[in-house]
């Protein structure tokens, strides 16, 4: 599949060789190559400073064939995984990126070499497959260097050898793990599946899909523990609660429950560039230099000189997976629905692009605009779970606002064993042990809680083991929201369906005993980026109550609205309970109307307090813009005055004209077939 590319570089294959060797001997003679400052040369950061390219134009970039590394980065979504990543409020990195280098070849190159004497770069592969066909301009922006050396960064190096004294794992597991040119790659592999080397025991996740669950392995929970740092050593997630972090989950803005995390896995390798400057380019880094350098418009050059590598990189970390960012929404016992939700720009899979490269504009078409998945793999939080799974994990929050978040305000909390009795138990507060002041009944567990204060219990016990949680004193309770389990407001109590739940319970103004507004019932939303828009007009229709018509807000969010003061004395507007058919009358401006109709119940419990509801998701699909461009086929210079007859569907809408710079620019247009005569 390479003929066209090696073609163009066999005449060049006896100086490749020579200055491959070459390399290799002035890494055995001296381990430091290079000084990291780089100079003038951009060594810190070519795509800094003015994008300065190497100084020295007629030697080769090299690399020695068995310098690879992987990088790892955990990625958070606050608000639940979302399918367009071009949000870049819906994600950030978290924590601490981890390099990992495997160096077989030059054993004696030392982890502290790799730390001091290579130019190491932030990770940036979601910034690059969210910018698109904008992503080589990343370089000179977006992308910068680091020394490794000292402080904090140090952490963010480290060796295969040194990953393997770390967690145990054997030598075939560590070549499997880290080696992007193994032949031993796929050997231990389970279905072919990269992520199986970081578990064991898999099986399905849900019905016909293409992922498995593992019981996480010690490798992979030390793993979490370093990706999850925020300061050095030591303030990253603990391991015994890596896979519970790593688990959890929340509700979006559709009232859907959403995971939080991902792991981006990239691949990478040591270059060295004409000036002896080390650079360690994940592939997205490599290509992104080259195109925003036009160097494959030129030989001798990053892709060209190292097309065998650059291959590597891109083929041997890749899932067998369409794409990549794929979602499977959760019930409510936080168990995957079998639906999946796949990105509209994630990392898309595909088959080697090297070997039809000619040009920039083929690494922008190929890599950025489709944003492809070669070199990078991606563990989710449905490929693992405990890996202790003797244990029944339970935690329960106190949440409190106004003065009864002071401090000085405990809870009473009572836990009763309702299906079950666990063997032991331990017990922490806030991470420190809390076993001590845990009462035990025999029948449950007692214990207090402050604000802000968790209680995370791990039981021995049978998974099928069930809990009641319940406030001991509800009178000033106002909400319970909890996973894997479900509420009971009115009761007090939250009862578990799961072996791995939590449950806050939440308090509000402590002097005042009066309803609490409830939440956002409805909200209006971007069909295609879920970004609230606003304001629309919608109506509430009732066979007994009448009609109400209430307006959002620029964000799309209906707020003012409530069902429990008929006098309205809070400013709002009042609607009577009851059963409404809800529909939109006046969509928001630039935007076309939406023809959905949703049902909501409006209702009061026992003591008059409103009952929560909603949210109702209204979307909508954006009008569209049109722009139209004449200019001279030979000079290239805009035509002014030439009118176009545009047609929609093959109807007439009008005639118009280019203004001075030969441009027509059509805004809030409905979608559609255009034809411009």
Not at 20 to 27: D, E, H, K, Q
């Amino acid at each position: 599949m390479l003929k066209s590319l090696f073609r163009k570089a066999k005449s060049n294959w006896s100086r490749v060789v020579a200055s491959l060797l070459a390399v290799v001997t002035i890494f055995g003679l001296s381990p430091i190559m290079a000084n990291a400052s780089g100079g003038d040369t951009g060594g810190q950061n070519p795509g800094s400073s003015g994008s300065h390219k190497p100084s020295t134009s007629d030697v080769a970039w090299s690399v020695v064939p068995d310098l690879t590394f992987l990088r790892f980065t955990l990625i958070e979504f606050p608000e639940g995984v979302v399918t367009d990543l071009s949000n870049s409020g819906a994600w950030k990195a978290v924590g601490t990126p981890l390099n990992v280098v495997w160096g077989q070849a030059l054993s004696y190159y030392s982890a502290d070499d790799y730390r001091s004497n290579v130019v190491w770069y932030d990770s940036n592969a979601m910034m690059f497959n969210a910018a698109g066909n904008d992503a080589a301009q990343l370089i000179s922006t977006t992308v910068k260097s680091y020394s490794a050396a000292s402080g904090n960064n140090s952490r963010r190096v480290m060796t295969a050898d040194e990953f393997q004294a770390a967690t145990g794992i054997s030598d075939t597991e560590k070549e499997q793990m880290f080696y992007c040119n193994s032949p031993k790659w796929t050997s231990g592999w389970v279905n072919g599946d990269y992520t199986s080397m970081w578990g064991t025991d898999p099986h399905p996740v849900t019905q016909s899909n293409l992922y498995n669950v593992y019981t996480a392995n010690n490798a992979f929970i030390y793993l979490l523990t370093r990706l999850s740092e925020t300061g050095g050593e030591g303030t990253g997630w603990s391991k015994d609660e890596a896979i519970s972090k790593w688990s959890e989950y929340v509700r979006d803005g559709s009232g859907q429950v959403r995971t939080k995390y991902r792991i981006i896995i990239e691949t990478g390798s040591i270059f060295v560039d004409p000036d002896r400057v080390q650079r360690a380019y994940t592939l997205r880094e490599m290509l992104a230099y080259s195109l925003f350098n036009n160097e494959s418009t030129t030989r001798y050059n990053l892709i060209w000189d190292q097309a065998p590598t650059i291959r590597n990189m891109a083929q041997w970390m890749r899932q067998a997976k369409d794409n990549q960012f794929v979602e499977y929404p959760l019930n409510e016992q936080g168990v995957p629905t079998g639906e999946e939700l796949h990105s509209t720009n994630g990392f898309t899979e595909a088959d080697s692009f090297v070997d039809t490269i000619d040009l920039a504009v083929d690494i922008r078409s190929r890599i950025f605009s489709e944003r492809r998945s070669f070199g990078l793999h991606i563990m989710s939080p449905f490929n693992f779970e405990h890996s202790d799974p003797g244990r029944v994990t339970l935690d329960v929050t106190k949440k409190a606002v106004g003065t009864a978040s002071s401090g000085d305000i405990s809870w009473d909390f009572t836990i009763t064993y309702a299906d079950g009795t666990p063997s032991g138990f331990t017990a922490t507060k806030n991470d420190a042990d809390f076993t001590e002041s845990v009462t035990d009944t025999g029948a449950g567990l007692k214990f207090s809680l402050k604000a802000g204060e968790t209680a995370h219990f791990s039981f021995e016990a049978d998974a099928s083991i069930r809990f009641v949680v319940a406030e001991d004193d509800p009178a000033m309770l106002t909400g319970i929201d909890g996973s894997g389990g479900t509420s009971d407001l009115l009761g007090g109590k939250f009862t578990t369906t799961s072996e791995l739940a939590r449950v806050t319970f939440i308090n509000g103004q402590q002097e005042i005993d009066e309803p609490v507004p409830a939440k956002t019932i409805l909200y209006k939303r971007d069909a295609k980026t879920n970004a609230g828009v606003g304001p629309a007009t919608f109506r509430f229709s009732s066979v007994s109550n009448g009609s109400y018509e209430f307006d959002t807000n620029a964000a799309g969010e209906l707020d003012n609205i409530q069902w429990w003061d008929p006098t309205e004395a809070d400013g709002s507007h009042y609607i009577k309970p009851g059963e409404y058919t809800v529909t939109e009358l006046v969509p928001p401006p630039n935007y076309l109307p939406s023809s959905e109709v949703k049902q909501i119940k409006l209702e009061l419990d026992s003591k008059g307090n409103p009952i929560s509801a909603g949210p109702l998701v209204f979307t909508n699909q954006a009008m569209c813009g049109l722009r139209i461009v004449k200019y001279d086929s030979q000079s290239h210079t805009p035509m002014g005055g030439v009118t176009f007859e545009l047609y929609k569907d093959n109807e007439v809408i009008g005639r118009f004209e280019t203004n001075a710079n030969g441009e027509i620019l059509l805004k809030n247009i409905a979608p559609g077939t255009y034809r411009a005569v």
